[in-house]
Nanobody, 114 residues
Framework: QVQLVESGGALVQPGGSLRLSCAAS????????MHWVRQASGKGLEWVST????????YYADSVKGRWIISTDNAKDTLYLQMNSLKSDDAAVYYC???????WGKGTLVTVSS
């Protein structure tokens, strides 16, 4: 059974940092493209970042470029999102996804507030 389980969401002050994790089970991250997508309260889904695990190429939305880093630990089949310089606009539920097969996690909540 394929599962993606996110963790690491928390309440953080503006300017702070968090690292989100996404643990995969039932499949290996090797050879896939993995994504982070977020949904702020009352808004639609917003793509955040993608990594091509085949060659390590990464992609970022303009809103997070230069502040965040997507990475993987293939040995642990875990995807990460290092979020630095957090802003109030970053508050959302964050999902990891493997879109080719349509696998999504249930999300982890990030709240940015002083």
């Amino acid at each position: 059974q394929v599962q993606l389980v996110e963790s690491g969401g928390a309440l953080v002050q503006p300017g702070g940092s968090l690292r989100l994790s996404c643990a995969a089970s039932g499949f290996t991250l090797s050879g896939t493209w993995m994504h982070w997508v977020r949904q702020a309260s009352g808004k639609g889904l917003e793509w955040v970042s993608t990594i091509n695990i085949n060659d390590g190429t990464t992609y970022y939305a303009d809103s997070v470029k230069g502040r965040w880093i997507i990475s993987t630990d293939n040995a642990k089949d875990t995807l990460y999102l290092q979020m630095n310089s957090l802003k109030s606009d970053d508050a959302a539920v964050y999902y990891c996804a493997e879109l080719f097969s349509g696998h999504w996690g249930k999300g982890t909540l990030v709240t940015v507030s002083s």
